[in-house]
């Protein structure tokens, strides 16, 4: 470590953000457990070393910069720019991670103002941030928000000196080599090609109707649950994709299709073999998983 400190400086500065992020932080059962294996210079909710206006004088240095929230140019804290805060900490830091979608690629801040704003730490266009050149320091957390226990394994794999393995967009590949479908309880009515027609229906797939991306998202939110008991699809409500560089796409909740084919199947089939797959499965009716459905709507 940079430090002479026995434990890792960590620095947490947030660009224009809704604080999802954080609040995703706060809810780790473990978070006391796991800040005890750092010296927290800052933090925008949580007791630290220094304020902020302390962190602005860039006499400090950190460890592991992480950076909540995407860069807007013209934002300033304290009188300085959000780029000369950057610049200082992130040039002296071991690693930087960015933590959600809007920090990793740009999120919906890119979308709505795609002048002002962009993923600062790695843009998967250009393969590089506009303030962070050293690709090797960079580690991309995207979501909408993180999951608490993604930013964990991370800062526990640095703690403990170990090599976080990351795919080609920076991401750990530990968490993001599966797809969300993947640990989806609702993968045999996908299989068999049986609908939900509405949100927060308990049984049917998700994907053809309700323009669940899970088949196409690289993310493990079904193998390691939200407060260790749930997800979105377990819930009835479709992945939106949040943690792929496109996020957000229009029309989220809706399967886009051409003459009723889906424009995007999942990930590693080509659309030949899928469609094929598809048409062999619909000549089947599985009384089992259809019967659930029927009887669902019927009490409902």
Known sequence: M???????????????TCNGNTHS???LHSLEQLLSKF?????????ALFSLEDLSKCHQKCDILIFEGTYDPMMQRDGISLEKWLQHYSSCARYVIAVGTCASFGGIFKASAPERSSGVLFDADKKSGP????EQKVINLSGCPIHPEWLEYVLMMISAQKEILLD??????????????????????FEWKVDAENFGEKE?????????????????CNKILWNDVSSKTRVGTPCFGCTE?????????????????????????????????????????????????I???TVR
């Open 2 to 16: 940079h430090s002479n400190l026995a434990k890792p400086r960590l620095l947490w500065l947030q660009g224009v």
């Open 25 to 27: 932080f706060l809810n």
């Open 39 to 47: 010296e927290l210079l800052y933090h925008p909710s949580l007791p």
């Open 131 to 134: 303030l962070v050149t050293i």
């Open 168 to 189: 080609e967009l920076h991401r750990p590949r530990e968490l993001y080599s599966n797809l969300a479908h993947h640990g989806c309880t609702r993968n045999e009515y």
């Open 204 to 220: 049917g797939c998700l994907y053809y109707t309700q323009g669940c991306r899970a088949p196409m998202t690289h993310a493990s």
């Open 245 to 293: 560089s496109d996020f957000p796409r229009r029309d989220l909740f809706s399967t886009k299709t051409n003459m009723s084919i889906p424009v995007d199947v999942p990930l590693g089939v080509s659309k030949r073999s899928y469609l094929t797959l598809a048409g062999i499965a619909k000549t089947f009716h599985i009384k089992r998983l259809e019967g659930k459905l």
């Open 295 to 297: 009887d669902y709507k």
